[in-house]
Nanobody, 126 residues
Framework: QVQLVESGGGLVQAGGSLRLSCAASGLTFSNYAMGWYRQAPGKEREFVAASNWRAGSTYYADSVKGRFTISTDNAKNTVYLQMNSLKPEDTAVYYC???????????????????WGQGTQVTVSS
């Protein structure tokens, strides 16, 4: 079965950095656009970043543009989210998402996501 397993979350001070990883199994990784979402307490899940390696394209939410970078390693079936200059408002559970035959733009819509990971907690202290 398909599994998306996130790791790399934790507690960091404002201004610090974290790198999240999402290892995919049970799917043909090259057929998927991959993305990251997050959900803070009491808020809806929101799109963060997406990558479509087939087109060499990426897409970011305005709130993280210039601070976060998404990348993929197809040899390892893994997608990463490098998060720099973290702010307390970045605190959330971060979820990996996979969109079969999607683009960096379609995976930004939760309705297009075929598979979700279980999430990893990121907490940014002020």
């Amino acid at each position: 079965q398909v599994q998306l397993v996130e790791s790399g979350g934790g507690l960091v001070q404002a201004g610090g950095s974290l790198r999240l990883s999402c290892a995919a199994s049970g799917l043909t990784f090259s057929n998927y656009a991959m993305g990251w979402y997050r959900q803070a307490p009491g808020k809806e899940r929101e799109f963060v970043a997406a990558s479509n390696w087939r087109a060499g394209s990426t897409y970011y939410a305005d709130s993280v543009k210039g601070r976060f970078t998404i990348s993929t390693d197809n040899a390892k079936n893994t997608v990463y989210l490098q998060m720099n200059s973290l702010k307390p408002e970045d605190t959330a559970v971060y979820y990996c998402a996979a969109d079969r035959w999607g683009t960096a733009f379609t995976v930004a819509s939760a309705a297009s996501v075929n598979y979700w990971g279980q999430g990893t907690q990121v907490t940014v202290s002020s």
